[in-house]
């Protein structure tokens, strides 16, 4: 263990709360502090207030052993790590007041000698201008009498546990000694390997890794549309494209949902606007992909108005996690258009719905389809991959909009539905809904390989 003993952890969610696991696991006294009641009342009763099981089952195994114990106030500790929230507001400007009111209310705690660590996702200069300001606010001096630093979290969602010990970790200081400082502390309890660097860098870096796959994902949705209106498949010609061995394109889909993501590119288009168009066009593309779909369902034939089947309100497959996922979006669009809907999610209880309107989000996917005009499908749950066409025959109409292309096509098409695949045209069985020029021939694409 480094020299450290004690550790407070402020925010006690998907990163806050397996990280104080963790660390208790690893033998230190540990301290979890959450402004929620439930989360706190939860932890008080012996409880995972999370649900992914090695994460409930860390956590509860750590309040057992007395090493993990939780509270509203933070209390004195060798480490502070903070890890709470960083939403965008609705004019996509960063919203720091959980940081600043987690200082705020910790500061006082914090004695000459202290680690403070920042964990959460934030604009580059938040370590300086936030952390280092409330704790001189508070008569320390953040370059002498305390090391502050940033260490961003890098975990993926379904996955925590494994990736908070085995990522390697980025670990910025406002100077050098509290780099290596928190680098030691990160090595007694994670596998990775820490590196060390600046906070500003360590705070660039982690919006990097995220802008860097938002705008990926968006260049894959613009190689979707574009194979739309070619008439080819997508999945077809991003086999091909990487098969090169230094092109690697992502997947395209109905959005990008998450609380990362779509929220970490607007941090940098916020405070560099002049250099960031890219990163604002990505944003808005990869928003645009729910709109496209249902445009593309309507053109299909869909009955605007009538009632429809979200399957997913997930943001990503196999999670109960819908924070910004594509489908709060697209419900909005369905409000706006007169839609009815109802979502149907095996994992997820809560979901995000426009003003006035009904989430209608059940677990029994016959209920959801029962009356429906089309089926939307948002998430990749591995579940949906099994469909067959009989499961939708309760609809009143044979559209299936497919956002994940997780659907056996050429079996829905036989049995008379009009598909209408994300990346590629339409494709209509006899007794499909498509007319006219929404009814494209689409060529068979294989890839030769060099023995044929
Ligand atoms: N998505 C696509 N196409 C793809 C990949 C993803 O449409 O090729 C969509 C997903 O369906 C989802 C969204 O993007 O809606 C985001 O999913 P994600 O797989 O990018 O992962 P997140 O948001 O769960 O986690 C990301 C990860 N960051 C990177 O991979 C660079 C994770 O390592 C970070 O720790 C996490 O953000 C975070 O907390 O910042």
């Known amino acids: 263990m480094s020299m450290e003993r004690s550790v407070t952890v402020v925010g006690l969610g998907y ?24 989360i706190i009342d939860a932890l008080k009763g012996g409880e995972s207030p999370l649900g992914e099981p090695e994460v409930a089952q860390i956590v509860c195994e750590a309040l057992a052993s007395g090493q993990l114990k939780a509270g509203k106030v933070a209390e004195p500790a060798d480490v502070f790590i903070i890890c709470v929230p960083t939403p965008v507001r609705a004019d996509k400007t960063a919203d720091l007041s959980m940081v600043r009111s987690a200082i705020e209310a910790t500061a006082p705690k914090v004695k000459k000698g202290a680690l403070v660590i920042l964990e959460s996702t934030s604009p580059i200069g ?7 300001a409330a704790l001189q606010k508070n008569g320390l001096d953040p ?17 925590t546990v494994r990736e908070i010990l085995h990522n390697d970790r980025v670990v910025g200081g406002l100077t050098p000694k509290a780099a290596e400082r928190a680098r030691a502390f990160y090595q007694s309890f994670c596998e990775g390997s820490p590196v060390t660097t600046d906070a500003a860098s360590a705070e660039f870096s982690k919006l990097m890794e995220n802008t860097y796959r938002d705008v990926n994902i968006a260049l894959a949705n613009v190689f979707a549309r574009v194979a739309e209106e070619a008439g080819v498949d ?20 109905p959005g990008v949902g998450g609380h990362c993501i779509p929220v970490d590119p607007w941090f940098l288009i916020e405070s560099f606007p002049q250099d960031t168009k890219l990163f604002l066009q990505a944003r808005n593309i990869n928003d645009g992909q729910a709109q496209r ?22 943001y ?43 989430a209608n989000l059940t677990d029994n996917l016959d209920e959801a389809l029962k009356g429906a005009s089309a089926a939307l499908i948002m998430t990749d749950h591995a579940r949906y991959r099994a469909l067959s066409p009989e499961k939708f025959s309760v609809m009143t109409q044979k559209i299936i909009a497919d956002g994940r292309r997780m659907l056996h096509e050429s079996s829905f098409v036989e049995a008379g539905f009009t598909v209408v695949p994300v990346g590629a045209p339409l494709a209509a069985g006899a007794d499909g809904e498509a007319s006219g020029d929404s009814k494209k021939e689409r060529p068979s694409l294989r890839v030769i390989s060099s023995s044929d």
Do not use: M
């Open 15 to 38: 990163v806050g709360l397996p990280t104080a696991a963790l660390l208790a696991r690893a033998g230190y006294s540990v301290f979890g502090v959450d402004v929620s009641d439930r």
């Open 126 to 132: 938040t370590t300086r201008d936030v952390i280092a």
């Open 143 to 159: 370059y002498t009498d305390v090391d502050v630093c940033y260490c961003p979290e890098r975990v993926f969602p379904g996955a």
């Open 234 to 253: 997508v999945q077809d010609v991003i086999g091909l494209a990487n098969r090169h061995p230094r092109v690697n394109v992502h997947s395209p889909g």
């Open 293 to 314: 779909l249902l445009d593309r369902a309507e053109k299909a034939g869909l009955a605007r108005g009538s009632k429809v089947a979200v399957l997913g309100a997930a």
């Open 316 to 358: 990503r497959g196999d999670l109960d996690d819908s924070r910004e996922s594509p489908t709060e979006l697209l419900l909005g669009i369905l409000q706006e258009r007169g839609y009815s809907w109802s979502v149907h999610d095996p994992y997820v209880t809560r979901l995000h719905v426009p003003d006035g309107a009904e």
